[in-house]
């Protein structure tokens, strides 16, 4: 009997794999060619203490390809206490108009900084990344070109961590690319789930009406996946991801453990918040799915005999998982360490059901600030 309960799961976690991959492929790579109009775009950046992030930001943000004169770069310092004055002093004389602006003492955190921020871009194309983010100097060409491609208002983007020679950075790496893969191929399928803040572009008319942060701005984490949500729901065709090389968008991976437990902990915080059934089903099924694979040790020392099993539902995941997220990385020209991922791959279930429980039990620290 268990036996076959092993067997059945090992299938339907293969179909899976198949179908996000199927998915995958099916996804049109961004043309080349472009249109021969390119309207304004705001690059609206929200920043706490980052001083140490800004300058590699500014640098990749000066060498887009595109016309300066339809550009303009908006800064929101939500409340900084680092001396961020001193590292963007020196771009004063930016290729395109640079702004500063500083979020009203009444309000705080991202939601209300990039909000804030759109209510003061001169330009209906708002572009987003973040504060310790480097980007290509085609990236708001190739995002632009792709909204237009489309019809798209609503276009998200990948975003990968820069390498690091450590395990850590490899395990943050590994994961990323992931979700990057599963997540365009879900919105492929019709079920989109995740995007990041650090890659986005969307019409600013899709921030008018009704706030999508009304009933989860308590929720520090979600200004990205809540706005996909809601523009989703009143018209699925504005929303489409983003298939192009030159689109991805580097960030910095967390230095210590417990940084990033405290950044999974604020990303599973929002899980409840989800209005769309099928992100709620799917954020259930992957904790259960990955539950399942977290407590196979311990039946393996209640029952031995059903080790060889076990360590084939193992191996089997792993290869699967192995050659999804190898097709992701070859894309993007990324490197794929068969020795880190089996190291991954070893601690990733339980590292997915620690994270989910403690998002949705515990308090967490995002930018010095303790949020509940």
């Given amino acids: 009997m268990t036996e076959k309960i092993f067997a059945t799961v090992s299938l339907i976690y293969a179909l899976w794999i198949l179908f996000l991959w ?18 304004g775009i705001s690059i609206v950046i929200a920043f706490r203490n980052e001083a140490t992030n800004l300058n590699q930001l500014l640098r990749s943000l000066a060498q887009q390809d595109y016309p300066s004169s ?25 290729p395109y108009a640079l702004r500063v602006l500083h979020l009203p003492h009444d309000q705080q955190g991202k939601k209300q900084a990039i909000r804030y921020g759109v209510q003061q871009a001169s330009h209906d194309w708002i572009l987003t990344t973040d504060a310790d983010c480097e980007v290509g100097s085609q990236w708001a060409s190739v995002m632009l070109r792709h909204a237009q491609a489309t019809g798209a208002r609503f276009v998200f983007g990948p975003v990968a961590y820069r390498i690091q020679p450590t395990f850590l950075s490899h395990f943050q790496n590994i994961e990323l690319f992931s979700l990057i893969g599963s997540g365009a191929a879900l919105w492929q399928s019709g079920y989109p789930t995740m995007c990041n803040g650090a890659n986005l572009l969307y019409h600013r008319s899709l921030m008018n009406g009704d706030d999508p942060y009304a009933q989860n701005a308590h929720l520090a ?29 580097l960030t910095a991976p967390c230095f210590s453990w417990r940084a990033l437990y405290q950044q999974r902990k604020r990303w599973a915080s929002k899980w409840g918040a989800y209005e769309m059934p099928h992100v709620k089903r799917i954020a ?89």
């Fill in 284 to 372: 259930l099924a992957v904790f259960m799915a990955n539950c399942f694979y977290a407590i196979l040790p311990i039946v393996a020392c209640l029952d031995p005999i059903l080790i060889p099993w076990i360590i084939g539902i193992y191996v089997f995941r792993w290869v699967m998982d192995g050659i999804f997220i190898h097709k992701i990385t070859r894309f993007y020209n990324k490197p794929f360490n068969l020795v880190r991922y089996a190291e991954v791959a070893i601690l990733y279930p339980w590292y997915v059901v620690i994270s989910a429980i403690a998002g949705r039990a515990g308090k967490y620290t995002w930018k010095g600030r303790n949020v509940s």
């Fill in 221 to 249: 984490s979600g200004d990205d996946e809540f706005l996909m949500h809601q523009v989703y729901r009143r018209q699925s065709s504005d929303v489409s991801f983003v298939k192009n090389k030159e689109s991805l968008v």
């Fill in 70 to 94: 339809s550009l303009e770069l908006l800064l929101i310092n939500d409340h900084s206490e680092d001396a961020y004055e001193e590292i963007i002093k020196p771009y004063i004389s930016f």
């Fill in 22 to 39: 199927r998915a995958w492929r099916k996804i049109v790579i961004t043309p080349a060619a472009a249109r021969a109009d390119k309207p």
